[in-house]
């Protein structure tokens, strides 16, 4: 099994058209992933061929969703439209929206995340990598050729290069599905939501929660974890070395005295039996080692 997106989801891609849209495009339809359009409403009723497949363009995400059941939107618009066309996905009645597009302003993320909790689509993102269930279905920008596979742990991460590196590492044992969720400030889907899902799919036996430093999104996975999660949890926080006041990478990583640093998340999760790696590395031996325990 898997979380959110599996063999049987429909893709459209918004943006397919542009350089990073038909990029990724082509990246998932060599994963295996069911593309069946794209949308660009100038070039609605074109194709685009793939490699010898041709994707249909359809003029809106109302028109993609009637002519092919698509049931999942991965988002390449450019910020300034960004917005718009995450409510259209939503007024379309589309079930997953996948946001890769990164420098949404604040602003339009708020709105369109409000928007959306009105209706019954999910968004993960935005400025995110996306989520691959190995040898189902990949939506967005996850490398497929990081040699995983279909296994037994489900990965949920608010940084797209440490989900990458993660899946690298524990290749050997697979992964039922990984969830990158973004770093900004305001996301859709959050380590929460992947932790009720991971700790409801039968297939998945332990979880890797990776964070990084800002906000409280850690701390407040450790509560959910400690009332509701029965599986093993293996974390990493990124930024142990960051320079306090100072904001890191993702606009959302900014830490202000003791609130908000890596210290302070690992001691939450640690608080609740979560086993906390100091390196990515470690994480995955700390992973490792629980899998043989628990095998």
Do not use: W
Not at 2 to 29: D, P
Not at 112 to 130: H, L, M, V, W
Not at 162 to 182: D, W
Request: hydrophobic letters at 45%.
């Amino acid at each position: 099994m898997a979380i959110f997106l599996t063999k049987e989801s429909k893709v459209l891609v918004q943006g397919m058209t542009g350089a990073e849209g038909m990029k990724h495009t082509r990246r998932m339809l060599e994963a295996g992933t069911d593309v069946v359009g794209g949308v660009n409403p100038r070039k609605a009723g074109k194709s685009v061929d793939f490699d010898g497949r041709a994707v249909p363009v359809f003029g809106s995400v109302a028109d993609g969703i009637a002519a092919t059941g698509a049931d999942v939107t991965v988002v390449f618009v450019p910020p300034p439209f960004a917005k718009a066309a995450v409510m259209e996905a939503v007024d379309a009645g589309i079930g997953l929206a996948v946001v890769i597009t990164e420098g949404i302003p604040v602003h339009d993320a708020v709105v369109f995340q409000a928007y959306a909790e009105k209706s019954d689509t999910r968004i993960i993102g935005p400025n995110c990598p996306g989520l691959i269930s190995p040898g189902q279905s990949n939506a967005g920008i996850i490398p497929a050729d990081i040699a995983t596979k279909p296994g037994r742990i489900g990965l949920v991460s608010k940084s797209g290069t440490l989900t990458y590196q993660l899946m690298y590492e524990l290749r050997e044992i697979g992964f039922s599905s990984a969830v990158g969720i973004g770093g900004d400030p305001v996301v859709g889907t959050t380590h929460i939501d992947c932790l009720a899902a991971f700790e409801a799919d039968p297939d998945t036996e332990l979880i890797v929660l990776i964070g990084e430093i800002g906000g409280d999104a850690e701390e407040r996975a450790a509560a959910y974890i400690a009332d509701h999660v029965t599986k093993p949890v293996v974390g990493y926080i990124a930024g142990f070395t960051a320079p306090e006041g100072k904001t890191m990478g993702h606009a959302g990583a900014i830490v202000s005295g003791s609130s908000g640093t890596a210290e302070a998340k690992k001691k939450a999760l640690e608080a609740v039996g979560v086993r906390v790696g100091s390196t990515p590395s470690e994480t995955a031996r700390l992973v490792l080692d629980r899998m043989a325990i628990t095998a």
